[in-house]
């Protein structure tokens, strides 16, 4: 059973930084590409960046272009989305989801991400 | 970026009646490979999003056949035949041939 479990989510303040972590099993991790999916509250979705198979290529939106990184750890099947300087309009719920090659096929549960001072 | 156009963004129907949703994009979908990455996606209530529909017409694992998807360059559609319960949420169309990803603002489907 393919499984996604996001972790690392949680209330921060503006201006500090948060690591979510995506911890996958139960599909060839290193075969695919990842992406994060965010979601404010009572909001639609919205891409936030996404990463080659091997990590030899990442993308983002603008809104988080040089505050966020995106990378894997295909020993690990592990994906991870880095914060920086995060501010309210950040406020959403993060979502892992599969990429090139198996667009949007899985997805985990979600992880709440507030900031808020 | 490429705007993704839904309509409409609501729909109240009974179980058992069949509905379209109607996915617009600001531009072709056609990716360079030939392939159009067009798909459809339902996030139920309190759920994460499930994909229906992948590169416009290709049914996901486990997605009943009561769904379809027709379309090509930047007019989709979604059809869902003989609604049932389970069916109802919020819709979303999604693009991935261009950068940012892009998706639509979601049809809500609800039951009359």
């Known amino acids: 059973e393919v499984q996604l479990v996001e972790s690392g989510g949680g209330l921060v303040q503006p201006g500090r930084s948060m690591k979510l972590s995506c911890a996958a099993s139960?599909?060839?991790?290193?075969?695919?590409?990842m992406a994060w999916v965010r979601q404010a509250p009572t909001k639609g979705l919205e891409w936030v960046a996404t990463i080659s198979y091997d990590g030899s290529s990442t993308y983002y939106r603008d809104s988080v272009k040089g505050r966020f990184t995106i990378s894997r750890d295909n020993a690990k099947s592990t994906l991870y989305l880095q914060m920086n300087s995060l501010r309210s309009e950040d406020t959403a719920t993060y979502y892992c989801t599969s990429g090139q090659l198996r667009w949007f096929a899985y997805w985990g549960q979600g992880t709440l991400v507030t900031v808020s001072s | 970026d490429v705007v993704m156009t839904q309509t409409p963004p609501s729909l109240s129907v009974a179980i058992g009646q069949s509905v379209s949703i109607s996915c617009k994009s600001s531009?072709?979908?056609?990716?360079?490979?030939?392939?159009?990455?067009l798909h459809w996606l339902l996030q139920s209530p309190g759920r994460s999003p499930k994909r229906l529909i992948y590169q416009v017409s290709n049914l996901g694992s486990g997605v009943p056949d009561r769904f379809s998807g027709t379309g090509s360059q930047k007019d989709f559609t979604l059809k869902i035949s003989r609604v049932e319960a389970e069916d109802l949420g919020v819709y979303y169309c999604a693009q991935t041939t261009h950068f940012p990803n892009t998706f639509g603002a979601g049809t809500k489907l609800e039951l009359k």
């Open positions: 531009q072709s979908l056609v990716y360079s490979d030939g392939k159009t990455y």
């Open positions: 139960g599909f060839t991790f290193s075969n695919y590409g």
